[in-house]
């Protein structure tokens, strides 16, 4: 028998051997998601200037429901369903259709794009698209609290449609 020194403060495994003081796996370069910061290389909006892109949508969506309204008196009996299609295409698809293929109102005036977070060439997908705009109408003004707390300003409906909000290099 060796006459080896036994350190019991040691940590041990289940057969008694000593467990390495490295035996935590640490995060290797491999494992860790990289962190991507656009505030280097794109100019970000404030709070104020999507707030404002907001407030302009919002009028231009008040407008078209005023015109579809006034269209249908007009037209005199117009069925349930149509009326419904309409409602959903100006409340609900308006925001959705509009990023997906370019920009809203609001967005053009205000000179913003909302992109794919993890590739800024590439447009929101429609249903990203659509459950950015659900949960940006269910939050409300809650949802850009979190754009002065971090460096891309991303809103809560923009980290879970993995969208950001940016001012595109003319």
Do not use: A, H, N
């Given at each position: 028998m060796s006459k080896e020194k036994v350190d019991y403060y040691k940590e041990r495994d289940v057969l008694g051997q000593e467990v390495p003081d490295r035996?935590?796996?640490?995060?290797?370069?491999?494992?860790?998601?990289?962190?991507?910061?656009?505030?280097?290389?794109?100019?970000?909006?404030?709070?104020?200037?999507?707030?404002?892109?907001?407030?302009?949508?919002?009028?231009?969506?008040?407008?078209?429901?005023?015109?579809?309204?006034t269209l249908f008196e007009l037209l005199g009996e117009v069925p349930g369903y149509i009326r419904g299609i309409a409602f959903l295409f100006i409340f609900i698809?308006?925001?959705?259709?509009?990023?997906?293929?370019?920009c809203t109102v609001g967005q053009f005036v205000t000179n913003i794009r909302v992109r794919n977070f993890k590739d800024t060439s590439k447009k929101l997908k429609l249903h990203l698209a659509i459950l950015r705009t659900i949960i940006k109408a269910t939050l409300g003004w809650v949802s850009l609290i979190t754009i002065t707390f971090n460096k891309n300003r991303l809103a809560i409906h923009d980290y879970i449609s993995n969208s950001i909000v940016l001012i595109p290099n003319r």
């Open positions: 035996s935590v796996r640490q995060k290797s370069k491999l494992d860790t998601k990289p962190v991507i910061d656009y505030s280097g290389t794109f100019r970000l909006p404030s709070i104020k200037i999507r707030y404002f892109s907001t407030l302009i949508d919002v009028i231009v969506i008040v407008g078209f429901s005023l015109g579809v309204t698809l308006y925001e959705p259709l509009l990023v997906s293929f370019g």
